[in-house]
């Protein structure tokens, strides 16, 4: 098994990320991102893989309360209570940029 992948399959990666890399990035993720693969490639080594192993967070018998509908509330009731707005829209702060990239 190979330690490091080639600099084309990480810049192909980059490429679908939408991300420019530097040559010490390029060098740096060669390792890093097939020490990745080879820790998901772990996953298919495990013997008898079910899905009755899984663990959750809930039981399959579990009951889960009925959705009752509530009153609307006006927009004007909503608005009060967020911290900025702009006419009749919440304005939230922005989680995702376009980048360079894009």
């Known amino acids: 098994m190979k330690e490091k992948l080639t600099e084309e399959e990480v810049l192909h990666v980059a490429k679908l990320a939408r991300i420019k890399l530097s040559k010490e990035e390029i060098e740096k993720y060669q390792i890093e991102l097939k020490e990745l693969l080879n820790d998901v490639e772990k996953i298919n080594e495990v013997e008898n893989f079910d899905d009755d192993i899984l663990i959750a967070c809930w039981e399959e ?31 939230v702060p922005v989680v995702i940029s376009g980048g360079e990239g894009a």
């Open 61 to 91: 018998n579990t009951e889960l309360r009925k959705d009752k509908p509530g009153q609307m509330l006006e927009p004007k009731e909503v608005l009060e209570n967020a911290p900025r707005h702009s006419g009749n829209y919440i304005s």
